[in-house]
């Protein structure tokens, strides 16, 4: 049910909305970051070589830092800082936007609490300044002063607060004058942790987010009438963005809540108990409200060109990799074969891309019977998720064990990458026998996307 009106014409009649998006709402902050450094660099060469009270201050500093005397600052240095500009701006560029990236400062709509970004621009241009003197020190450059570079990083923690300030004050002007980059949400769940988002955002709208409408769960409504219903007012409402505050729905549930919204390519935030394998697991940062992980999936977009660029980056990676790797890969090669009868390989029928099965290569690990005995061994399977996992299966060479151990079984598949079978990072390819124990039809989400060499799951303790 709705709260308030049901009325589709009652967000227009409040606020202006024109519709208009900005897509790419990082590039703004990145503009003023750059546009800030930009600014100290340019404004501390002006200081330092074309003020007296510029030339005290850094012959100050350098006394403070146990420096006898400034370095000469004359015209060779001047020339070199005013024609260099370009390259040294772009290199501490390159490195600050990196760090704010580590720091979610290009994090768009992720995050509705606020963030700490003065704090975050300070933690990292001091590592930006860690670096840089790092580099002086290993390669013994004498030639660039310290306070120079110093006094750069300084000023930039200053004007980059102050112009991503101006940028925020200008979206919010644009959003509220203009109804340009309105977010239209809408809020589904009846619990005070609802109430708390709901509050949150309606005090400040954080990035222009707006909820327009609301919607109870009722625990006696089947949850396939509520999904239907959550549709229905997504697209009457025209929603970018669904939020799902219920923090005891099951992993089912949610799953899909974020198929609903991949469908309607909308973002969707989620407040659940089971979003801590996000937070706890995968180490990710996440908005916390009264305890509970608030995470953020952002909207699927369709880019044919941006898929092919990922498709052609991931090939050309599998081309250098399988070069480099061939010696090991001939080793191996030629220790299977010597430790146990059998083909080298092993070519099994995997479930790609859109359920599309394809053949993918590995390194046998097993005795070459290895196929023909798994149904005898189905009732020592230790999974419980419908896959077949035995810890010390007794299938397995010594080799294999091995090579297993440290993935090195996988490796033939860059071969399947070179073919666009797969990519480099994405969800394993399950085998066939494992596709058909699937029990519910949000299982099959798992192949909506290139299937992948590794994982997330395999680089974090496996089937523990």
Request: hydrophobic share 50%.
């Given at each position: 049910m709705l709260l308030g009106t049901t009325d589709p014409c009652y967000y227009s009649a409040m606020f202006k909305d024109t519709g208009k998006r900005i897509e790419n709402l990082w590039l703004l902050y990145f503009a003023a970051d750059l546009f800030a450094l930009a600014a100290s660099y340019y404004g501390v060469l002006l200081l330092r070589f074309h003020s007296i009270w510029g030339q005290q201050l850094f012959h100050l500093m350098n006394q403070l830092i146990g420096l006898s005397k400034t370095a000469d600052m004359g015209g060779t240095l001047e020339t070199f800082y005013v024609v260099s500009a370009p390259r040294i701006i772009i290199?501490?560029?390159?490195?600050?936007?990196?760090?704010?990236?580590?720091?979610?400062?290009?994090?768009?709509?992720?995050?509705?609490?606020?963030?700490?970004?003065?704090?975050?621009?300070?933690?990292?241009?001091?590592?930006?300044?860690?670096?840089?003197?790092?580099?002086?020190?290993?390669?013994?450059?004498?030639?660039?002063?310290?306070s120079f570079f110093v006094t750069v990083?300084?000023?930039?923690?200053?004007?980059?607060?102050?112009?991503?300030?101006?940028?925020?004050?200008?979206?919010?002007?644009?959003?509220?004058?203009?109804?340009?980059?309105?977010?239209?949400?809408?809020?589904?769940?009846?619990?005070?942790?609802?109430?708390?988002?709901?509050?949150?955002?309606?005090?400040?709208?954080?990035?222009?987010?707006?909820?327009?409408?609301?919607?109870?769960?009722?625990?006696?409504?089947?949850?396939?009438?509520?999904?239907?219903?959550?549709?229905?007012?997504?697209?009457?409402?025209?929603?970018?963005?669904?939020?799902?505050?219920?923090?005891?729905?099951?992993?089912?549930?949610?799953?899909?809540?974020?198929?609903?919204?991949?469908?309607?390519?909308?973002?969707?935030?989620?407040?659940?108990?089971?979003?801590?394998?996000?937070?706890?697991?995968?180490?990710n940062t996440v908005d916390v409200i009264h305890g509970i992980p608030f995470a953020h999936f952002a909207a699927s977009k369709i880019n044919e060109r941006l898929e092919?660029?990922?498709?052609?980056?991931?090939?050309?990676?599998?081309?250098?990799?399988?070069v480099a790797l061939l010696p090991i890969m001939l080793i191996i090669a030629i220790l299977i074969k010597i430790i146990s009868k059998g083909p080298v390989f092993f070519i099994q029928e995997r479930i790609g891309v859109n359920r599309k099965p394809f053949r993918m290569y590995k390194f046998r690990t097993m005795h070459n019977s290895a196929e023909e005995i798994q149904m005898e061994l189905e009732e020592f399977n230790e999974s419980s998720t419908g896959l077949f996992k035995i810890k010390k299966d007794p299938r397995v060479t010594f080799i294999g064990r091995f090579i297993r151990r440290f993935s090195l079984d996988e490796l033939p598949q860059l071969l399947n990458v070179i073919k666009g079978e797969m990519s480099i990072v994405g969800p394993r390819p399950l085998p066939k026998r494992d596709f058909e124990n699937y029990y519910e039809e949000w299982h099959y989400s798992r192949h909506s996307g290139m299937p992948g060499l590794t994982c997330l799951w395999q680089v974090s303790g496996r089937s523990d």
């Open positions: 290199l501490l560029a390159a490195t600050l936007t990196l760090l704010y990236s580590m720091l979610y400062m290009y994090s768009g709509r992720r995050f509705i609490n606020k963030r700490p970004v003065a704090w975050n621009i300070l933690q990292a241009n001091i590592m930006a300044l860690a670096l840089l003197f790092g580099y002086f020190y290993l390669t013994r450059n004498v030639f660039h002063p310290r990083m300084f000023c930039n923690v200053v004007l980059c607060t102050l112009f991503r300030n101006i940028m925020d004050s200008i979206l919010k002007w644009l959003r509220a004058e203009f109804g340009i980059d309105r977010c239209r949400a809408l809020l589904v769940g009846s619990s005070k942790e609802s109430e708390a988002i709901s509050s949150t955002i309606e005090w400040n709208h954080p990035h222009g987010i707006h909820i327009v409408a609301r919607m109870i769960l009722k625990q006696e409504t089947p949850f396939d009438e509520s999904l239907a219903q959550m549709k229905e007012m997504a697209l009457e409402y025209g929603v970018d963005m669904i939020i799902f505050a219920d923090r005891h729905m099951p992993a089912a549930q949610i799953m899909q809540v974020l198929q609903l919204a991949d469908d309607l390519h909308v973002s969707v935030k989620v407040l659940s108990d089971t979003m801590n394998v996000l937070r706890d697991q995968q180490r092919y660029a990922r498709t052609l980056f991931s090939k050309i990676i599998a081309i250098i990799l399988f």
